[in-house]
């Protein structure tokens, strides 16, 4: 057995019979008839039958299905920055996070499609509890991350994650996707989390954990949506945090959220890659600072380079604007485009509410704030 077996993807000598497993479950059916409407579950059955590597699954089902995905709730996805990465290179993404799913899935669809190396992608096991779902993941490559856990047991799990992470880019030269911080982004702020970049740290040895960062390479990416297919459904977590509760989700709540963004609204869609962060962290390695503050001067960078990166949308313009008042970014915007997001914070938010009127507009808000914050701070060189 291997350590990291408790969260590790399937290799590809456990694929087929993982495949086997799952070919008749209602879920999978109903994915795979949305993403072939036209052909008979006996064909992409028996396509299924005779695959035997990860790669070749997500290719020939997950990719055409994220297309279908595509088609049916987007108006399309652009992209930026992808020609300053390499084949057969293996990059730590470093992204801000606003869906469960879509964020890494587009990636991999992105660098599938230009010829660059796809990447083994970090999961809360909270989303992937019922067995399908389990299995599913594993099958797209995804490594699950503990969540939930305090003491010697969190300390014990971020170690084997670090190890994994640490064994799939060095060793198998394998790209890896994380988040900036745990969970995603609920109001549009997208910061990263110090102790996100220290677990990534922990399974160097020596006096020098940051020397990691030397080792690989740290590309940060922005992905945005014109529309949040799920804005609506982080509403209660916000305003459980304003009244000081403590925010306990219900039995399906994770499964909706994803099954929401999957096929939710999200109009414009942008993934841009934020260059290999090299110079950059050759210089706070060589700083003589203590290694937290290595780590912050990283997270830093992190959000200046993601922010920078972050496409804006008519949507956070005009977000920008009701919230303020004022129509300071109204050149950004049609009237057309207002009165739509309009009706999409009508249809969405009890107006009565100003709490709930006020977060649902600063989710989209923030990215204007934060780019202005990118566009005026001096680059670490």
């Known amino acids: 057995m291997s350590k990291f077996d408790s969260i590790r993807p399937f290799y590809d000598s456990e694929a087929n019979a993982a495949i086997r497993k799952i070919v008749d479950d209602p879920m999978l059916e109903a994915m795979m008839n949305f993403a072939f409407p036209y052909d008979p579950p006996s064909h992409w059955k028996d396509l299924m039958h005779h695959t035997h590597s990860l790669r070749d699954f997500q290719i020939n089902f997950i990719y055409p299905a994220l297309m279908k995905v595509l088609e049916r709730s987007s108006e399309g996805l652009s992209t930026g920055g992808f020609e300053s990465l390499e084949p057969n290179t293996a990059y730590l993404f470093i992204s801000n996070h606003r ?109 020098n954990p940051f020397g990691f960062f030397e080792k690989i390479n740290v590309v940060p990416v922005s992905i945005s949506y014109e529309y949040d297919p799920t804005d609506i459904l982080k509403m209660p977590e916000l305003l459980a945090k304003s009244r000081d509760e403590k925010y306990v989700k219900s039995e399906n709540e994770d499964f909706v959220n994803l099954l929401r963004g999957i096929m939710g609204t999200k109009k414009r869609i942008h993934i841009q890659i934020n260059g290999i962060l090299e110079k950059e962290i050759r210089e706070i390695s060589s700083m003589e600072i203590p290694q937290g503050e290595k780590l912050s001067q990283l997270a830093n960078l992190i959000d200046q380079k ?67 914050k990118a566009a005026t701070t001096q680059p670490l060189l």
């Open 99 to 207: 869906d469960i799913i879509l964020d890494t899935s587009l990636l991999n669809s992105c660098l599938y499609e230009k010829g660059l190396s796809m990447t083994t992608s970090a999961i809360g096991d909270n989303l992937i509890k019922k067995p399908f779902l389990h299995t599913l993941s594993r099958l797209n490559r995804n490594f699950a991350i503990r969540r939930g856990l305090t003491g010697r047991a969190l300390l014990e799990s971020s170690v084997l994650v670090s190890e994994f992470i640490s064994k799939s880019l060095l060793r198998e030269n394998r790209s890896v996707w994380t988040a900036q911080r745990e969970g995603r982004t609920k109001d549009g702020n997208d910061t990263t989390h110090k102790g996100v970049l220290k677990m990534l740290t922990l399974a160097e040895s020596g006096d």
């Open 306 to 372: 993601i922010w920078g990166g972050y496409k804006l949308w008519p949507s956070n313009y005009v977000a920008h604007d009701l919230l303020s008042g004022t129509s300071t970014y109204s050149e950004h915007y049609s009237l057309a485009e207002k009165e739509a997001f309009e009706k999409r914070l009508h249809g969405k938010v009890d107006m009565g509410n100003t709490f709930l009127v006020k977060s649902f507009l600063s989710m989209y808000a923030y990215p204007v704030d934060n780019s202005l």
